[in-house]
T-cell receptor, first 113, second 115 residues
Framework: ETGVTQTPRHLVMGMTNKKSLKCEQH?????MYWYKQSAKKPLELMFV???????ENNSVPSRFSPECPNSSHLFLHLHTLQPEDSALYLC????????????FGPGTRLTVL | KQEVTQIPAALSVPEGENLVLNCSFT??????LQWFRQDPGKGLTSLLL?????REQTSGRLNASLDKSSGRSTLYIAASQPGDSATYLC??????????????FGKGTKLSVIP
């Protein structure tokens, strides 16, 4: 595998479920990002991790809980979501959080029933 | 707060036409500007990245220009093909504080090229 991979690609869950999204990057980068893309809205940055430390939380509700165990892996744990949380969740990575190009994964399409 | 606007929101053209997509941003203090392509339900593919000191970048049938002072960028697609049908996103990269930089995206232009 090369680049940035995300699993699962599609996920349907009920509001009471607990699920996790996984992102893995094979680029040797140190920074990883979660973005949310809702219908008819721009991509919104959710979280930023640099060297496993969270450096940015863009006022994301606590029902989204990120985890970065190492520089290659990023998780987004989901709990008690709302239907309006249905969106495409994109992961990205870069060499650092400075002036470095971000590379995006294919995304996970999440539907909350 | 940086805002990025893309016009038009959707565009339909016959195959073979040349076309221009527009992007504007409110804060000219950017480091670079990037154009991405997104196919339905898929991730982002980077097309062109223009540094703030540059005026344009070219890749094949694509040409992107940047006028930082006026807060505008255009993506020119020559001789459009049905395979160009996708959503095109513009994003600006700027300093967000504490040594970090952020990408701010527009909503995109959905392009349909009719055979």
């Amino acid at each position: 595998e090369t680049g940035v991979t995300q699993t699962p690609r599609h996920l349907v869950m009920g509001m009471t479920n607990k699920k996790s999204l996984k992102c893995e990057q094979h680029l040797g980068h140190n920074a990883m990002y979660w973005y949310k893309q809702s219908a008819k809205k721009p991509l919104e940055l959710m979280f930023v991790y640099n060297f496993k430390e969270q450096t940015e939380n863009n006022s994301v509700p606590s029902r989204f809980s990120p985890e970065c165990p190492n520089s290659s892996h990023l998780f987004l744990h989901l709990h008690t979501l709302q239907p309006e949380d249905s969106a495409l969740y994109l992961c990205a990575s870069s060499q650092g959080t400075g002036v470095n190009e971000q590379f995006f994964g294919p995304g996970t399409r999440l539907t909350v029933l | 707060k940086q805002e990025v606007t893309q016009i038009p929101a959707a565009l339909s053209v016959p195959e073979g036409e040349n076309l221009v997509l527009n992007c504007s941003f409110t804060d000219s203090a950017i480091y670079n500007l990037q154009w991405f392509r997104q196919d339905p339900g898929k991730g982002l593919t980077s097309l062109l990245l223009i540094q703030s000191s540059q005026r344009e970048q070219t890749s094949g049938r694509l040409n992107a220009s940047l006028d930082k002072s006026s807060g505008r960028s255009t993506l020119y697609i020559a001789a459009s093909q049905p395979g160009d049908s996708a959503t095109y996103l513009c994003a600006v990269f700027a300093y967000s504080g504490a040594g970090s930089y952020q990408l701010t995206f527009g909503k995109g232009t959905k392009l349909s090229v009719i055979p």
